[in-house]
């Protein structure tokens, strides 16, 4: 398993076996179980909060410390390598998918795509692990194409805890709609720890004439939009305070983008008219020929500079 990165206090991690993801998230249901918590603190908190008055013992039964919730999807990803950290960021569809089941989870609950379920129950023998299922239906996900089958994987140990329905009114508060993208992935990903890729710029770059008409690929697309969002963010961290501030709004001077409070928005305006306007000198230079996106990439480092050698 590889750790991408973390985000706030979640993890996003990567793995080319779903059987490594499913036995990484039922271990951390035993991890927590087993580990040796110095009082009752933390079970006292979420009794409190669940209304939880069961008999203590049936409780430390079945619960004892932190509660953990995971998420799993398994599919094709993207793949990016960060020149800063030497790490590698994974984005697309099956990141966004792993990103909105984790939400609707609650802590302590393992829930699972349809694919990773299948992908295991091939090779069950391979997993290693005893545990139990339960189908919690057809979800329609916002931000997702199509609704998801998804399902409940449990501990064998711990069968006998139950969950309340998903929290499906928490499906968009991980990525929305507007942009952020809480995911900031940090780095295990993007090209400086702590910052956000914003999603919604992906949904751009598919409907962006480039792609469309066939100049680059989606792929290449995406990596042309997040390459240039993580130059301006470079550029921007030169800087602190005010003076990050001022630098903030000459770009968007400089580009004609309205500023506001949101800075992970502003930046993705920029980035996309700084890819439009590259875009539309290539043409100018290239006649619009196809298969020009190494040298457009090559044009958006210095396009994002330009204000800062001012």
């Excluded at 933390?42 to 953990?68: A, M």
């Excluded at 609707?104 to 990773?116: F, R, Y």
């Excluded at 969002?229 to 630098?247: E, N, Q, V």
Aim: net charge negative.
């Amino acid at each position: 398993c590889y750790e991408v990165k973390t985000v706030g206090d979640c993890f996003m991690v990567a793995t080319a076996d779903p059987c490594n993801a499913v036995r990484l998230a039922l271990g951390i249901q035993d991890a927590l179980y087993d580990y040796d918590w110095p009082d009752d603190a933390i079970d006292e908190v979420y009794r409190t909060q669940t209304e939880d008055q069961s008999y203590l013992p049936d409780y430390f039964r079945k619960w004892r410390g932190l509660r953990v919730r995971v998420g799993l999807h398994y599919g094709q990803a993207n793949i990016i390598l960060d020149e800063v950290t030497k790490g590698y960021d994974y984005y697309g569809t099956v990141v966004n998918a792993a990103s909105r089941i984790e939400s609707v989870a609650h802590g302590a609950q393992v829930v699972v795509s349809s694919d990773v379920y299948e992908a295991i129950s091939a090779s069950t023998a391979a997993l290693g692990y005893e545990f139990t299922s339960k189908d919690l239906g057809t979800q329609q996900l916002r931000g997702l194409p199509s609704a998801m089958d998804l399902v409940q994987l449990t501990p064998a140990r711990f069968s006998e805890r139950t969950f309340p329905p998903l929290r499906l009114e928490k499906a968009g508060d991980v990525e929305d709609d507007d942009g952020d993208d809480v995911e900031s992935i940090s780095s295990g990903g993007t090209s400086v720890r702590g910052v956000s890729w914003p999603r919604a710029m992906e949904r751009e770059v598919v409907i962006h004439p480039i792609v469309r008409n066939g100049t680059m690929s989606v792929e290449e697309g995406i990596a042309l939009a997040y390459n240039t969002y993580y130059s301006i963010h470079a550029l921007l961290c030169l800087t602190k305070g005010d003076a990050r501030k001022k630098a903030l709004k000459e770009y968007c001077k400089q580009w004609h983008v309205p500023l506001e409070s949101n800075e992970t928005k502003v930046m993705c305006k920029i980035a996309m008219k700084i890819i439009n306007s590259v875009v539309t000198l290539q043409n100018q230079n290239d006649t619009g020929r196809p298969g020009t996106s190494r040298s457009l990439a090559g044009k958006i480092a210095p396009a994002a500079n330009l204000q800062q050698k001012k």
